[in-house]
């Protein structure tokens, strides 16, 4: 007599199958018939435009997320990295130009207007680009982390609940060799000019012309990491587990191990990056840091953290020249540190051909950075001060501190009398 089959539902000793599954199993829900596994449509379809796409000369990570493949439209040499998101559902779809860049946990949506990136164009980590009026980008635009480019908004009219009522969409159009700083909103119906540099944190509800500038900042993103890096990845897990008795998950992207040192009881969750390419670069973590998901630490210079300090979502340091973080410190998530500036004094030469300045960056100890929150090059945050949710850090305080607003201004001190500022854990 044949063994009875697992998939069948039969029971031991010979009884009758059933045509019901008795037990969980991958293959059905308890109660319900035998289903054969099938494989996922979205998944092969997903592996082969991968591959293609190589061929082709691009490079788009097997962990992208990318929805409506058929409506994608990729020039020569792009990049799309590991969590990035492109949703190509509706027509007319997205389409880029040669030498597109899209960072980690960047989101392009096509939506009924489509997206259209020229040549040269790199959005940042966490940028969310939505083309439901439409949005056109210029040549060698720079997109800052955190970017949100939206072609629609909700009506609030009285009446009727704001979710029931219809967006209005309007297109966006962005010229070339623009630069848009970490956090800027731009709302529907905008048009930038060429070479204009909006503001770290600046909303845009009106035209900018072309040329229009100031003291601006922008950072670049986390860079994907390799599977050819799995293997170090587990020994320096390894290894922090034994001899210091940390924490790194498997899921967390370590880039050139051999320059990040860590102390006692760190936790490096899934989806951070810490990545220090230069010899002459180092990440160094006191005791106790504990750098929470999609947390991402660059250094071509030297970034160092003092014991105890929590770093939430989302949140990005960028040490091009020196960054020291002091112990019980508090970064809020999507908080940024970006401690280097683009040159864009020449309206003739592209913004990203001009290089960049490094400088120093100095938050002491006990300090409360809230959500979203920039801090720029050549500031020092004194010790115990709090930064208001959203605040862009342009200028040193004193310890105590509280300042918030887009440019962060001193409101008041720790033990003193002073407005609440909208900070968030």
């Known amino acids: ?16 199958a059933t045509s019901a599954c008795s037990t969980p199993s991958p293959y059905c829900w308890p109660g319900s018939k035998p289903t054969r596994w099938t494989p996922d449509v979205n998944l092969l379809k997903h592996l082969l435009f991968v591959v293609q796409q190589r061929r082709a000369g691009n490079r788009v990570s097997f962990s992208a997320y990318i929805k ?6 990729l020039g020569h040499g792009c990049k799309i990295q590991a969590d990035a998101s492109v949703d190509a559902t509706r027509s007319p779809g997205v389409r880029f130009g040669d030498k597109v860049e899209i960072n980690r946990y960047a989101y392009v949506q096509g939506g009924n207007g489509g997206v259209r990136i020229a040549d040269r164009v790199r959005v940042n980590n966490f940028a969310i680009i939505n083309g439901s009026g439409g949005v056109d ?18 009506r609030y009219a009285r009446g009727a609940t704001i979710q029931s009522q219809p967006v209005i969409a309007a297109p966006i159009r962005i010229g ?27 909303v845009v509800r ?5 040329f229009t500038g100031g ?39 370590i880039k050139h191990p051999r320059n990040v040192r860590l102390g006692r009881g760190c936790k490096i969750r899934t989806g951070c990056v810490i990545d220090a390419p230069d010899d002459l670069a180092c990440v160094i973590l006191g005791d106790g840091v504990d750098l929470n998901r999609g947390v991402y630490l660059g250094a071509f ?13 989302n949140a990005a340091i ?12 508090l970064i809020g998530p999507r908080a940024h540190v970006i401690a280097y500036r683009h040159v864009f004094t020449s309206r003739e030469q592209p913004i990203n051909t001009q290089g960049m300045v490094s400088g120093n960056v100095t938050i002491e100890d006990d300090v409360w950075i809230g959500a979203g929150a920039i801090v720029l090059e050549g500031i020092v945050i004194g010790r115990g001060s709090v930064i208001g949710a959203g605040a862009v850090v342009t200028a040193s305080c004193a310890p105590y501190s509280i300042l918030a607003g887009v440019p962060a201004r001193v409101i008041g001190s720790r033990g003193g009398d002073s407005a609440a500022p909208p900070v968030a854990p």
């Open 318 to 329: 960028d040490a091009r020249g020196k960054v020291t973080i002091g112990k019980d410190v």
């Open 1 to 16: 007599m044949p063994a009875p089959s697992r998939r069948s539902g039969a029971r031991q000793g010979g009884a009758r």
């Open 68 to 73: 409506g493949h058929d409506g994608i439209q």
């Open 176 to 202: 070339r060799d623009v630069w848009l700083g970490a956090n800027a909103v731009i709302m529907a119906g905008v048009s930038i000019g060429d070479g204009a540099v909006v503001a770290a944190g600046a």
């Open 301 to 313: 210079g030297r970034l160092e953290i003092g014991d105890r300090t929590s770093i939430n979502r």
């Open 137 to 154: 980008i210029g040549e060698d635009t720079l997109i800052g982390p955190g970017v949100q480019i939206i072609s629609y908004q909700h």
């Open 215 to 253: 003291c601006r900042r922008a950072g670049h993103g986390a860079q994907g990491a390799d599977m050819k890096l799995w293997f170090s990845l587990l020994w320096f897990a390894l290894l922090a587990r034994l001899r210091g008795n940390s924490t790194v998950s498997l899921g967390a992207h």
């Open 206 to 210: 009106e035209d900018v012309p072309e």
